[in-house]
């Protein structure tokens, strides 16, 4: 996968329409998901024709607001050039054939299919043969829908695809709705890298995500989460997205590898934190070493408490101190000889 991480999750700033329409906020929006370390920030093209006339006529003031937020074609091209002044991946989901093509002249790292379109064939075809990775998220589908759009795919030759888990709710209302252990269960039951595209609020499920092993994040993005809009309320602000991008790298290293390692530098620290076996007391020369004799102390450059066992029984060589680390060469060889009482 092109875009993927080898050092961490890719965290994609959703910033969605959350611009409100205005191209200076857009392209501040860009810079703060810059700032918070995010690797892609993402728009959404669509336009009117999003919704069938029924739907505009049952709601007088609908048209108007997606004009409103929409995105034209210029400016989403103006955007794509901000995103790439700024050090940043700029992508977007299209909603048609033509944003598609749109889309695809702007030279995004992928393309994203929203949840709603994982059933329409021909959307995703029409991406696949962009020749780009597709993130495909899985919003509203049961296994068999995933299972078709991946076969769509596979039938044209695409096989670059990411899936996303997600729960299209805004927020889930409950956690235990979120489901996180369906990105192992992707990953196990069809074989693509899988992550999440998060509704909930706040940095915890993602943070958990992470931890699961999501190998992309999208998060929607916002500058102020009392702004007037559709998505400001459930999306992360950017402290919070400087938690979830910090985390996208220092999480992924963090869980390693489930071979038991134990480092260099930890076995150093052993060597100071572990205990030894010392004198309880002053031990005269010849003294038969007893239990009694022996204490367990910092560090733990000496024998081991779980090797005392090799002392006991054995006669020392000199007069030891008390609190000395006992090593070998304080006994005898062979443990002394105990006369049986007649």
């Known amino acids: 996968m092109r875009f993927l991480k080898n050092d961490g999750t890719y965290v994609i700033a959703e910033i969605g329409a959350n611009h409100n329409g205005d191209?200076?906020?857009?392209?501040?929006?860009?810079?703060?998901?810059?700032?918070?370390?995010?690797d892609a920030a993402k728009f959404q093209s669509w336009g009117t024709g999003l919704f069938a006339q029924s739907v505009?006529?049952?709601?007088?003031?609908?048209?108007?607001?997606?004009?409103?937020?929409?995105?034209?074609?210029?400016?989403?091209?103006?955007?794509?050039?901000?995103?790439?002044?700024?050090?940043?991946?700029?992508?977007s989901t299209p909603f048609s054939a033509a944003e598609v093509v749109a889309l695809d002249a702007l030279d995004p790292p992928f393309i994203k299919i929203a949840s709603m379109?994982?059933?329409?064939?021909?959307?995703?075809?029409?991406?696949?043969?962009?020749?780009?990775?597709?993130?495909?998220?899985?919003?509203f589908a049961t296994m068999a829908e995933i299972e078709h759009a991946l076969v769509t795919l596979e039938g044209v030759g695409h096989t670059d695809t990411v899936l996303l888990h997600c729960i299209a709710l805004y927020p889930p209302p409950t956690d235990d709705m979120v489901n996180l252990r369906n990105i192992e269960m992707l990953k196990d039951t069809f074989g693509y890298p899988v992550g999440l595209s998060d509704h909930t609020v706040g940095v915890e499920i993602t943070l958990a995500a992470i931890a699961l092993g999501a190998v992309v994040i999208e998060k929607h993005f916002t500058l102020d989460k009392t702004l007037p809009g559709w998505d400001h309320a459930v999306s992360a602000d950017p402290e919070e997205m400087a938690i979830i991008t910090s985390a996208a790298r220092?999480?992924?290293?963090?869980?390693?590898?489930?071979r038991?390692?134990?480092?260099?530098?930890?076995?150093?620290?052993?060597?100071?934190?572990?205990?030894?076996?010392?004198?309880?007391?002053?031990?005269?020369?010849?003294?038969?070493?007893?239990?009694?004799?022996?204490?367990?102390?910092?560090?733990?450059?000496?024998?081991?408490?779980n090797d005392a066992g090799r002392l006991l029984g054995r006669a020392a060589r000199h007069d030891i101190a008390e609190d000395t680390l006992l090593s070998e060469e304080d006994v005898e060889r062979a443990p002394a000889r105990v006369e049986c009482a007649a």
């Open 260 to 305: 038991r390692v134990v480092s260099a530098a930890e076995r150093e620290s052993a060597a100071v934190m572990r205990r030894s076996v010392v004198a309880a007391r002053d031990i005269r020369a010849g003294e038969i070493l007893t239990e009694k004799h022996l204490e367990f102390r910092r560090p733990g450059t000496g024998i081991s408490p």
């Open 250 to 258: 220092r999480i992924p290293a963090a869980l390693g590898s489930r």
């Open 117 to 139: 379109d994982l059933n329409h064939d021909r959307m995703l075809v029409d991406a696949a043969k962009t020749g780009r990775p597709i993130i495909l998220s899985t919003g």
């Open 56 to 91: 505009y006529d049952a709601n007088d003031d609908m048209k108007e607001a997606v004009a409103a937020f929409a995105v034209a074609e210029s400016d989403m091209a103006a955007l794509a050039a901000y995103c790439r002044e700024t050090d940043i991946d700029f992508a």
């Open 23 to 38: 191209m200076e906020q857009a392209r501040a929006h860009i810079r703060a998901a810059k700032a918070a370390g995010a």
